[in-house]
């Protein structure tokens, strides 16, 4: 199948990229390069630098790659700056995606995978979370995440889309050849990594005292192979109607137990400041995914926090400075 994976030089496009091709697949990643780097574009893919936003790139794109289906990446992603930058997500999101279905239907490409948000729960009924849960988006971010899964489910009834919104919860680990290297680097177990690598001298723990087993926040972390693995199984089901996930680990795992379990994969001393709260952040977070291992059979290879690190251990260590300065072995 041909696919276009748009955002394919960040890191899920780059992982998706990767095992698709691994599957025999034909790629062309479209990417501004704004937030993915061009050495993380697997080998074997076409490469368009382009902008979402810019229409006329987007639709000649399509209309030359003939593509069967598209996955969905490209994104202004972070929640916090969302916040204080509403403008940025609410418009550049959504205008982003709109261009995408817009050229999809104009070249009569139908199937896609969104890459949709957690973000949708902010203030979620019950644990785990699954997808009869009530969507309150927590920030401009996970709104925008919203507005496109209710473009689908219209461009479902009045173009014969078929789409999966997959929204997932804290991606983490890595492949062989590609893991996170973002900048500002946010999410905690890169983090943590960074301070057994003496790159960081310390993570600081925002709050522990929630009523949780160790006093820290608990959060559902999923490998990144189990991720794509789950987006390809949804577009191989798409002839069988529309689909919405959640996806998870279906367990959490504090924040000290992500230490914890970096300290002993790494072997190194993991130096901890404990600061006050962030604002919004809940106790718990956990992702119920239920329906897409009966439906289609899904089961996390990675189901321990220590197998996602070993990974993420691995990649940061042969790569300590990201992809710019060590990009993956050909």
Request: proline share 5%.
């Amino acid at each position: 199948m041909k696919i276009l994976v748009t955002g394919g030089a960040g890191y899920i496009g780059s992982v998706a990229t990767e095992l698709l091709i691994q599957r025999g697949h034909s790629v062309l990643v479209f990417d501004n390069l704004q937030q993915g780097h061009e050495a993380a574009i697997e080998p074997g893919a076409q490469f368009i630098r382009g902008d979402l936003r810019d229409y006329a790139a987007i639709d000649a794109a399509i209309k030359g790659f003939a593509p069967a289906a598209v996955m969905h990446f490209a994104a202004n992603s972070l929640v916090g700056v969302s916040m204080r930058e509403p403008f940025e997500y609410l418009g550049d999101n959504i205008v982003a995606g709109l261009n995408l279905f817009k050229a999809m239907d104009a070249h009569g490409v139908r199937k896609i995978i969104l890459s949709s948000t957690a973000n949708l729960f902010a203030d979620p009924l019950k644990m785990p979370i699954d997808e009869d849960e009530r969507i309150i988006p927590g920030s401009p971010y996970g709104e925008s995440k919203g507005i496109l899964e209710r473009m689908l489910h219209w461009l479902s009834v009045t173009r014969g889309f078929r789409y999966a919104c997959l929204r997932y919860f804290n991606a983490a680990g890595a492949t062989e050849r590609h893991g996170e290297d973002h900048h500002p680097e946010l999410h905690l177990i890169p983090l943590v990594l960074q301070v057994a690598l003496g790159q960081r001298a310390k993570i600081s723990v925002f709050g522990d005292d929630y009523p949780t087993s160790d006093g820290t926040c608990i959060r559902d972390y999923i490998h990144i192979v189990d991720l794509i693995e789950a987006h390809i199984l949804a577009l191989g089901a798409l002839d069988g109607g529309n689909r919405t996930y959640n996806l998870g680990n279906g367990q959490g795992f504090s924040v000290r137990q992500v230490i914890e379990a970096a300290e002993k994969v790494t072997g190194r001393k993991i130096a901890v400041e404990i600061a006050p709260r962030r604002p919004g952040d809940p106790a718990v977070l956990v992702a119920g995914s239920a329906r897409i291992k009966r439906e289609l059979g899904w089961e996390p290879k990675y189901p321990d926090i220590e197998s996602i690190i070993r990974t993420a251990w691995a990649w940061h260590s042969r790569h300590p400075r990201g992809y710019e300065k060590n990009p993956p072995s050909l």
